[in-house]
């Protein structure tokens, strides 16, 4: 890592930044792309990677700095704004808000929805321009660190991430590992990276495999337009009127709350393909383990939704460094913004800060311009979303179904795409009926074909001496946790087990 | 628990299929199995079943079996479960039946003319012009601001 090219990075950033606030079309593109991707992120079944690439078309025919605002705007503001849909309707609007239900939706339903919707903007807006600066800060650092990951580690993130958010994510870890590792086995569904075989392939449409955004779609928004329909009265939400500010006081009180689920994000979000997802979950049993209100998890704790919009947030700072550094895409959204990258001429990659002095540093202030623009976006349009989202069930439910019917077309153009929202839809169904977390599974199927071709590419990498993966510091790190977590999940949930039933047999 | 140890058969059959079908998947390399591309699918569907195995065993020792016949009955007499059925009923309607069989904006009106009438939302006044917004935001607006074709 050459530093005196990360200096050259901080030392062009006043520069960077005077040429980007003087340009008025960009600052216009922030505005919108912002409103564009909060209002992308708050509908349920319209996703950032999906509002991103249908206007990447578009993009192509603005300059690049204003093309990539485009897309960095949208994306910001779909991070932000999925947590909305998380708290208000229980269907999140982004893989990465999954962890902001938990408390989330809770809050929403005891009548706090203002102060979750607070609590979640001022956790996003806090992460994210901290994300930033701490990836600026620790670019080379981090370099170093992204170089020295290999498949080996990529797959322990995943099955770390997927232990978490089952673990977590309910009240029996076991019924959450077994959704994720249902999830797993779907995601394994069709040709396969190394030998081309198609797995479980026995049709035209299951050798392509399932595409992740109608899994998503189904599982969270299908499931959750079920689970509620079918009361007779179901819940209502009312949501209170007034601006939804950045509470300051909020974000003191959990200043170290949130500086820690931004480290932990930066230092996941670098890991591709599987970081983005994990790291709310990392974030959020972070936040859990350092509480004083750890039993109020999962029940309406503030601090579990700051914790996780933090996380979700700062992965953005994270994920950027494999992109810009290595041309490697950390996210779906940070590989959209390679691809537009690589359409305007400019190669992500190690020569990228030779060949365009501060690029990098103008990538940071574009995302710290959006998440400004965001918070101000936000106060405009989140009274208006949350009287829109406080509406009948009866009625908001059956739109969102539809909704989610073409944000499912919208990922592959295919009936099939259609018909397996539906399928997962009824398979979701049933899990929740048995109290079996969903967003385990939805995590397997993100990850799981990154972390089956990373393991089976760590073992061809190590097969002359399989014991030298024990010897990778960052591996053992990994492995360490995983097995803490295993054994620490199962004995707290066999403890609360054994109180319940003291309790039914004192009662008795 | 009649439910969970059925879910939980569901899971135990589902994991025993998937390690059949990894057995069967081809064995290349040198590495044997460790570079099939059965081998995640494998080792995913023992850990599955073995901790299926686990919730099946702990509805058992519950009683679950006994209650079986029970539920089968109670499926039949809930309100909730019709509800359901009724809903998922519109759902296939429009996906299977609607959706690719004519435009996508008379699909999207059909389908949410019938479902916001057996939710009995309001009177017939209110239930047309939410199905009316409805349909305008899900097969005109969005569509078109976003340039993409439909269904």
Known sequence: MDWSLVLQEWRLLPEVFLKLVSNPMLMLTLALGGITGMIAGMLPGISAVMSMSLLLGFVFRVPSEIGLGLLIAIYVGAMAAGGVTAIMVNIPGTPAAAATCMDGFPLAKQGRVKEAVEASFSGSFVGEMLGEAVTLVLLPFIALIALKLGDWEIFLVALVGITLAGALSGDNPLKGWISALIGLVIAMVGMEDIWAYPRFGYTTELMRGFNFVPALIGLFGLAEVFMVLKMKTPYQILGEGGWVTINVKLIWKHMATIIRSVIVAVGIGIVPGVGESAACWLGYDLARRRSKNKDNFGKGEVEGVIAAEAANSATSGGALIPSLVFGIPGSGPTALLIAAMFMYGIRPGPMLMLERPGFVAEIVILFWLCAIFNRLGAMLISPTFIRILSSPREILLPIAAALGVLGAWAAGFTLFDIYSMLGFGVLGFFFRQKNYPLAPMVLGILVGRFADTSLRRALLTYSENLTQMLTRPFAVILLIFLIFTIVSQVRSWRRKRRKRLEIISNSE | ?151
């Open chain 2, 1 to 151: 628990m009649a439910g969970e140890l059925m879910l939980g058969l569901f899971v135990s059959f589902f994991s025993l299929f998937v390690i059949v079908e990894s057995l069967r998947m081809p064995q290349r390399g040198h590495l044997g199995i460790m570079m099939s591309p059965g081998f995640v699918p494998l080792f995913t569907g023992i850990v599955l079943f073995l901790l299926s195995m686990v919730i099946n065993v702990r509805a058992l020792r519950g009683g679950a079996h006994q209650y079986i016949g029970s539920l089968l009955r109670s499926i039949r007499n809930e309100e909730e479960i019709r509800r359901f059925l009724w809903i998922l009923g519109f759902m296939t309607l429009y996906i299977v039946g609607l959706i690719g069989y004519m435009p996508f904006i008379a699909a999207t009106l059909i389908y949410h003319l019938l479902i916001f009438i057996y939710l009995k939302i309001g009177g017939p006044l209110k239930i047309v012009i939410y199905t009316l917004i409805a349909t305008a935001l899900v097969a005109v607006f969005l569509p078109r601001v976003f340039e993409m074709p439909v269904p």
